[in-house]
Each structure stands twice: as C-alpha cells, then as structure tokens.
C-alpha cells in the first residue's frame, strides 16, 4: 500500500510528494522538524529519534550501533578519508525506513494531516477518496502486472489510526502484511546491506575506501514500488556486485589496467 493517490472533493493530489508534505508538521507547529541538521551527529540523532517512532528504541539502536561502528572502522583503517560513515548514515536509514502499511497509518494518524488538507485547500466540505492498492487484496492490471489502485472513503482514517499501533507486529511471524513478496524483499535488503557493511569494516582500506562509499551508497538506485522497484533493485545488485569484486581487490583493477 502506497502513498499514491487521494482525491478532496473536486481537487485532486496524485503525486506522493504533494502527499507526503501535507503530512508533515506545519511550520509554525514544530520549526525543529524542518531546520536542517547542523552536524553528522544530529544527523544520526534526528534519524533515530525517526526510527524509535518507526518501530521502537531497539530498532533505532541497530542502525546508530552500525553508523558509529563504521566511522570508527573508517578513521581507524582510513585516515584522512570521508564519505562512508555519511553513506552509511544516509542509506541504511533508508533501508530501514521502508514505507510499509504501518508506516503509512503512522503518517497519518501521528502528524496533523488533516489540518494542513483543510489549510491547503479552498472550501467549508472536504471529501476524501483514498486510491491505495492494499497488498493481498488489489488485483493486478494483466497488461502492466502492477497492483490496480482501490478507493476508499474517509473511514479509512480510523482504521489507519488502529493500524498504526500494531507497528511492533512489524517483521514478526504475526505481521499479515509481512508475508508478501515485496515485505519480504525489504526485509532481506536489509539484511543484505548488514552483511555487506560487515565486510567493508574488515576489509577497509586506504586503497579501496572509494569502492566501499560506493558500496554504501547502492541503495540510492533502488526506487519505486512493486515491479519498477524490483527492475532498480535487479540493476542496483548487479552494481553492487561489480563493486564488491572491485573493493575486494583493492587498487588492482586500476593497476591491471594500466599496464
């Protein structure tokens, strides 16, 4: 289910970042979530202090435990370089921030959405239509094999409100919407890119530190939903996988073909 569409009376707002920016806090309601962040450590502070809403404090410390864990290994095995603690930083946030059903529910039901709507938009009666393609239950289009959107009224409001307390449901063997392909996939992304830090950490060097920020960096190409990400996702792994084979070799590649 994503963010894709949803319809207030006769003015429509189709595109996800139109939707996305409705549901954040209103300027003069929290200046702070909209101030950029003046350090790599208030960075890492503002995306964990993220990720304990996302799911929980454990959740959070996983990713700060591997950001701080790479920084050190980068000063420590490549001094004088920068870029991979703040790649780090960067994707495997984005990782683990995927937008699944509980975070949707969440967006709506823990910022002040609806105000802003009313705010935005001209009019005494808004009516809210959601177009959403809930997994397990939109069918496909035959032609494209991407899921056919639903509408659904403004009831839909409360059961996201019901929704996003189930958000500890997240990953476990009870979470319904985790049994799909695409839950799936997300979690083992994840996973993936853990195993991958752990590597870089051991085999870090001054020789090979590009490739690694390029390797930390891969999970900016993986976009979109359903079909379209699994092309960017199929595209990103088989850069990855030259990388890795770069990183793994050091300098060599660039020596080879140099003679």
Known sequence: ??????????????????????????????????????????TV??????????QNASYARRYRNWVEKVRAVEAEKAPGQCGLAEAVARYLFKLMAYKDEYEVARLYADTPFLDRVKSSFDGDKL???????????????????????????????????LLAKLK??????????????????????????EYLLGEICEFLTPGNHRFAVGLAAIPEKIRGYG???QR????????????????????????????
């Open 168 to 193: 500890f449901l997240r990953g476990t063997p009870f979470d319904f919407f985790g049994q799909t392909k695409d839950r799936r996939t997300e979690r083992r992304l994840i996973a993936d890119y």
């Open 227 to 229: 079909p379209v990400k």
């Open 127 to 161: 009516s809210f239509e959601f177009h959403l393609a809930p997994p397990l239950l939109a069918r496909r289009d035959p032609a494209t094999g991407e899921p056919r959107k639903m509408s659904f009224g403004p009831w839909i409001l409360t059961a996201f409100r």
């Open 45 to 54: 502070d503002r995306r964990a202090e993220f990720l304990t809403a996302y």
């Open 1 to 42: 289910m994503n963010l894709a569409a949803f319809h207030l009376g006769r003015r429509a707002a189709a595109d996800p970042a139109v939707l996305e920016k409705l549901m954040k806090p209103a300027p003069e309601a929290d200046n702070d979530a909209l101030r950029l962040s003046r350090s790599f450590a208030e």
């Open 232 to 259: 960017h996702l199929n595209a990103a792994k088989a850069e990855e996988a030259a990388l890795r084979e770069q990183f793994l070799a050091g300098s060599a590649p660039f020596l080879k073909a140099a003679e």
